[in-house]
């Protein structure tokens, strides 16, 4: 049994969105996202967190009712059983009737916004969803240590893996015994996602020309997956010795997220495979020496592609021709792309308690994907790796 979120934590959490909505004049802010709710009562439901600079915040739930009775969230409850009732719910605790109202319009359904317009006419709508991004890109100590706990819970689930990398095991056999695995571990089986319509699994598992094949999700490594209907991740291909095996897969713990890649390889790599693994550290060693509280993403991001121009890799880096990704890194904590991005333009700058994985991976014609990833935390001092299986190419 996961231990629950502790009060202070969620308290804190929404005490510093009150004084960000007081900032930007919004009066009524109704939390819907799935991890946004989570991330400011501790629970998930069906229902909305209404919370405003100047009234202890409410939860309205429609479902379900009995269990969060039991539960006692840190928040006074209401139930309800249609949106209409809403309205009267809030004025009988004190809510203001007028003022902008925030929502979450990054993920919000066009036909819930138009319904709350309905239900609020006399108010104008505000987008809180970058108030709300910026906040959960800084971690508290105990996300933190969530994160190094799904950190520990893969490299556990890693350990299995020179006993799965038998030539004519397909990738489908190893990944599902690695999700077997996670899944004893803690993992939840999902991996929540914000960007609208992207859908991600555990990871995957791909060897040889699979690591080269783009998905219809944002990845720089995608694969051609079970069946047209989610054409991502492992397949049915057998693996070969001699080829690259990448092993991207999410750790998981109480919701919190970390991501990691490692490569194997069944007897032997080809030489283009091990200077392209070389390559790889070259960029990690860059990466360590800038990402720094007050470094811009963007700068790193122009300095990490110039290393690779420099080495020669700039056709085959982050995918291929129109398939290329426009990222190296991303956020994670309760969601796999949070702030802060490591792309040209993100505008924020670092700052001590992010936490981002970064992935250089090169994908070689012919070949395969040779590429790392690993999930680290931005301090003073450095990048403070949360991952830790070892940083090899592991041959078995």
């Known amino acids: 049994m996961m231990e629950p979120v502790p009060v202070p934590e969620i308290t804190a959490r929404v005490a510093a969105l009150q004084e960000g909505l007081a900032r930007e004049g919004v009066a009524l802010a109704m939390i819907r996202q799935t991890a946004d709710l989570y991330y400011y009562t501790g629970t998930l439901a069906d229902g909305w967190l209404a919370v405003s600079p100047a009234v202890e915040p409410l939860l309205l739930v429609r479902r379900p009712q009995y269990r969060l009775q039991e539960a006692a969230p840190p928040w006074p409850l209401a139930f309800y059983g249609d949106l209409k009732e809403i309205p009267p719910l809030l004025a009988g605790r004190g809510f203001a009737a007028e003022g902008p109202l925030g929502l979450e319009l990054d993920v919000m359904p066009v036909a819930f916004f138009q319904r709350f317009q309905k239900l609020f006419p006399q108010r104008a709508s505000k987008d809180i969803s970058p108030l709300i991004r ?6 508290s100590a105990y996300e933190i240590e969530q994160l190094r706990r799904a950190a520990q819970s893969l490299d556990q689930a890693l350990a299995e893996v020179p006993s799965l990398l038998k030539p004519g095991a397909r990738e489908m056999e190893v990944a599902a015994n690695l999700e077997y695995r996670l899944r004893l571990l803690g993992h939840q089986g999902l991996v929540r996602i914000r960007t609208w319509n992207l ?10 020309l699979s690591g080269v094949q783009a998905a219809y999700t944002d990845t720089p490594s995608g694969g051609p997956g079970f069946s047209p209907a989610f054409p991502q991740g492992a397949g049915n291909k057998k693996l070969a010795p001699g080829e690259p095996i990448s092993i991207d897969l999410f750790g998981c713990f109480n919701g919190y997220v970390v991501d990691q890649t490692r490569m194997y390889a069944i007897k032997s790599l080809p030489p283009e495979a091990w200077n392209a693994f070389l390559a790889i550290e070259d960029l990690y060693r860059f990466f360590e020496d800038l990402a720094r509280p007050g470094a811009m993403a963007g700068d790193i991001y122009q300095r990490l592609w110039q290393a690779v121009k420099d080495r020669g890799y700039e056709e085959d880096f982050m995918g291929q021709g129109p398939d290329r990704v426009s990222f190296l890194g991303h956020g994670l904590g309760l969601e796999a792309d949070e702030f802060p991005l490591l792309t040209a333009r993100f505008p924020y700058p670092l700052a ?17 994907m040779i590429g790392l990833e690993d999930t680290g935390r931005i301090t003073p001092q450095g990048v403070e790796w949360l991952t830790i299986t070892p940083r090899e190419v592991r041959v078995i």
């Open 199 to 208: 859908e991600l699994f555990y990871g995957h598992v791909l060897s040889g």
């Open 134 to 139: 910026r906040q959960r890109m800084i971690k």
């Open 352 to 368: 001590a308690d992010m936490v981002l994985a970064f992935e250089p991976k090169i994908f070689l014609p012919g070949i395969g």
